[in-house]
């Protein structure tokens, strides 16, 4: 599922480390800042400017490119000790060619690099599961090392991580609009079966369709729980009319769900309608769309089946019980108790 890989890793350079020896530097009476004067030098040094109208132009001085290039030329470099005596580079410091990193870029203080990878045909979360068990493997490090995965999937984390805590709060929210709505716990309980029974066709739909859940799907999820609580509340306030003018609880309940049953059909069938060239899209984008109308249409299924069928089986005996107000005759309210 991997495509695009890349590293920021470069290939290493060669370069000349020339490290100086105090025991010798005392024996000639040489100073270290003399012999790197002379090593800084071999690379080019500014001995003045040349003046042409305003601009400058620096005078710099540097050996020959063949003694820049061979070891053995620069060890006989010769540096002029106390006595004025030359002594030759090579008896004040030890030369050799090193292979290094051309860069070397830190993070929080400590050295990092970048391996890049596009995901296609597949999730990103199962992808870095399987990525990080093909690591702990095939790969050894030393101590000290440590990989961080980042991108998509460090974005999946934090997003999961704030849907943990933003799903139960909106849960929470809307059954107390409804218990605020209704005025009473059990009729907010009834209408928030919608829920599950919505959610339970998300999951599905996800499954049938091979989509694992994400970021997209989590918010297809949020968004199909006021669609189905809606509908819901929708046939439990018609109900709730029925029930003023007297009939009884299991004539509310038929007459309610053959009445409701158009506006409710019709209602999931536009809002899925309008949800499918999203669950279809191949464009760019898609990824991120497919999940969340694949949970919106197949939570409506669900939801529907739910507000159409079970919720007018068991809404006497929700209802069982509470106050209602009936119009007389006189069309003067009396309270009464089913």
Known sequence: GAVDVKADYQANLSTLTIKTKPLALAQYGIDAQTVLDVVSSLGGHQVGQIFEGRARYPIIVRVPEQWR????????????????????LRELASIQLEETPPTIEHEGNRRRTFISANVRGRDVASFVTEAQAAVVEHVE????????????????????????IITPIVLTIIMLLLHTSL????????????????ASGGIIALYLRGMPFSISAGVGFIALFGVAVLNGLVWVSAAEQSRALGLSLYAVSHDTALVRLRPILMTALVASLGFLPMALSTSDGAEMQRPLATVVIGGLITSTLLTSLVVPTIYPWFAKGLHRVVLTHHGEPEPTID
Request: glycine share 8%.
């Open 69 to 88: 290039e061979d070891i053995a030329l620069l060890e006989q470099v010769p540096i002029a000790d106390a006595n004025g005596n030359s002594v030759p």
């Open 141 to 164: 490090f030393d101590p000290g090392y440590e990989i961080k995965w980042g991108g998509d999937f460090e974005n999946l984390q934090s997003a999961s991580r704030r849907l943990i």
């Open 183 to 198: 005025g009473s716990l059990r009729l907010a309980m009834l209408i928030f079966l919608a829920v599950p029974m919505a």
